[in-house]
């Protein structure tokens, strides 16, 4: 009988253990060589890609840092890029908006953008937040400089996310510049 018993008292206990697990476990990581640091939900994957800058009247290829990862219907990404010499880091960051929006087929100019504070970012151009919500998505993003690095944070889900906001606050609040 004990041994039943005891058989019963531990998959209560596991039970429990898997019901107070957090759907968003969050975590101090780091993201590249310079010192940021960000709270992400869950273990972020890394990769790297060229992508093309528009600059006047060229396409510049950058390099684009990326990490992130998915945790409880929400996706979190950190992204970084070094704008290259002789590209205004103003224009920089309009056209990485303006490709943030492409995909949830909205134009730049339909999304108001807020002034956002980050200590240590840099304030041309100062740090800035913008969110969407369409008929299938919903997504936020911070954008902010350090010297020639421009950074982008990003929280997406689907139109009845009703955790996004809050999730994004924790996120977004824990990005730590040195």
Request: contains cysteine; charged residues 15%.
């Amino acid at each position: 009988m004990n041994r039943i018993l005891r058989h019963v008292v531990s998959w209560l206990g596991l039970a429990v253990l898997v019901a107070c697990t957090p759907t968003l476990n969050w975590r101090e990581t780091h993201f590249g060589d310079r010192g940021l640091q960000v709270l992400m939900p869950c273990k972020p994957d890394t990769a790297t890609r060229t992508v093309q800058l528009p600059s006047k009247n060229q396409a510049i290829d950058v390099t684009l840092r990326m990490q992130g990862c998915e945790a409880g219907d929400l996706q979190f990404t950190l992204a970084q890029m070094t704008v290259p010499e002789g590209v205004a880091m103003n224009d920089a960051l309009s056209a990485w908006r303006a490709a943030s929006f492409v995909p949830l087929k909205v134009q730049s100019s339909d999304v108001p953008v807020q002034h956002w504070g980050l200590e240590g970012a840099s304030e041309a151009p100062s740090p800035q937040r913008a969110q969407v919500r369409t008929a299938t998505h919903r997504a936020q993003w911070v954008w902010f400089a350090q010297t020639n690095q421009l950074y982008q944070a990003a929280v997406y889900g689907d139109a009845k996310s009703s955790k996004l906001d809050e999730a994004a606050e924790v996120y977004f609040s824990g990005i730590k510049l040195p």
